[in-house]
């Protein structure tokens, strides 16, 4: 039962350009959303969060956007630089408890 | 730095051996995940732990893992028994508490059986 789905295994984008990565979940009670970064030989590395509360955050060139109605939340990246390609995972969690669930991640290549 | 520190960083190990993985928190924090990544696929939890307890195992096989973080000293990851099956990337996160906060990530242990 996959609760935080990534449906695009890979994304490639232009330097310079909007990346922007998509995350689903099912489970109607998760209220708190990360995103990861993950280099090769590294693990993930926190990159921003949105609570259920709010539909947008943003941090420098990083925005996260929360639709709850479609449970459904993206990650936009602007400009993407090559420097940000890596693989970005998205968790989801419900507060107070204590399981993170983690998506599939997307591999972002991004091209000079 | 005190960042979460995993060693070590790559075990190899023949079948039937076993693998012993450790983690230190970040200081101060009680709270210790472990997850396991196998080849293209993504972060699948397998046990989560507050010191000197386990809370949840329930991603953990219940035949030859199993998982410890003691009042003093890392938590550990014991694979006793390996396959080939168990070679994977090992991650262990800490965070403060539950809820609404970022777990942070060790760099992983890369576990191998030849």
């Known amino acids: 039962d996959q609760q935080v789905k990534q449906n695009s295994p890979s994304l490639s984008v232009q330097e310079g350009r909007i990346s922007i990565l998509n995350c689903d979940y099912t489970?109607?009670?998760?209220?708190?959303f990360l995103w990861y970064k993950k280099y090769p030989a590294e693990g993930p590395t926190f990159l921003i969060s949105?609570?259920?509360?709010?539909d947008k955050n943003e941090d420098g060139r990083f925005t996260v956007f929360l639709n709850k109605s479609a449970k459904h939340l993206s990650l936009h990246i602007v400009p993407s630089q090559p420097g940000d390609s890596a693989v970005y995972f998205c968790a989801a969690i419900r507060s107070g408890t204590y399981k993170y669930i983690f998506g599939t991640g997307t591999r972002l290549k991004v091209l000079a | 730095n005190a960042g979460v520190m995993q060693n070590p960083r790559h075990l190899v190990r023949r079948r039937g051996q076993e693998a012993r993985l450790r983690c230190s928190p970040v200081?101060?924090?009680?709270?210790v995940y472990w997850y396991r990544q196998l080849p293209e696929e993504g972060l699948k939890f397998m046990v989560y732990?507050?010191?000197?307890?386990?809370?949840?195992e329930s991603g953990m096989p219940k035949e030859r893992f199993s998982a410890e973080f003691p009042k003093e000293g890392p938590s550990i990851l014991r694979i006793q028994q390996v396959v080939r099956g168990d070679s994977a990337a090992y991650f262990c996160a800490s965070s403060p508490g539950t809820g609404s906060s970022p777990l942070h990530f060790g760099n992983g242990t890369r576990l191998t059986v030849t």
């Open positions: 732990l507050q010191k000197e307890n386990i809370i949840d």
């Open positions: 949105i609570s259920s509360i709010k």
């Open positions: 200081k101060g924090h009680s709270h």
């Open positions: 489970n109607s009670m998760f209220d708190y």
